[in-house]
Nanobody
Framework: QVQLVESGGGLVQAGGSLRLSCAAS????????MGWFRQAPGKERDFVAS????????YYADSVKGRFTISRDNAKNTVYLQMNSLKPEDTAVYYC????????????????WGQGTQVTVSS
């Protein structure tokens, strides 16, 4: 079992930055690939970024490439999403998720989810 708690969301102006954190419980954090997803009102939950257990392999949605960076600190059981050059279309609830062994780009692949944190980007 893995419990995930996101933090770091908020209101920011376009062009600004935020760093989301996702703290995981348990002693087996390194067995899980991690992902970030986001869901805007009335839309599906979309893939944002993923990272493997060691942190040396990452993937990004085309819409955030070059602006967002996913990373993890296994000593702190935490995964991060650094978001720069934010745009109004980045506004959504952001969720972190855990998948045993390897990450993926589809929401259905993940077994554990956090409660989400709201990110609002004003124009």
């Amino acid at each position: 079992q893995v419990q995930l708690v996101e933090s770091g969301g908020g209101l920011v102006q376009a062009g600004g930055s935020l760093r989301l954190s996702c703290a995981a419980s348990g002693r087996t954090f390194t067995r899980y690939g991690m992902g970030w997803f986001r869901q805007a009102p009335g839309k599906e939950r979309d893939f944002v970024a993923s990272i493997n257990w060691s942190g040396d392999t990452t993937y990004y949605a085309d819409s955030v490439k070059g602006r967002f960076t996913i990373s993890r600190d296994n000593a702190k059981n935490t995964v991060y999403l650094q978001m720069n050059s934010l745009k109004p279309e980045d506004t959504a609830v952001y969720y972190c998720a855990a998948r045993y062994f390897s990450p993926g780009a589809q929401a259905y692949q993940y077994s554990y989810w956090g409660q989400g944190t709201q990110v609002t980007v004003s124009s």
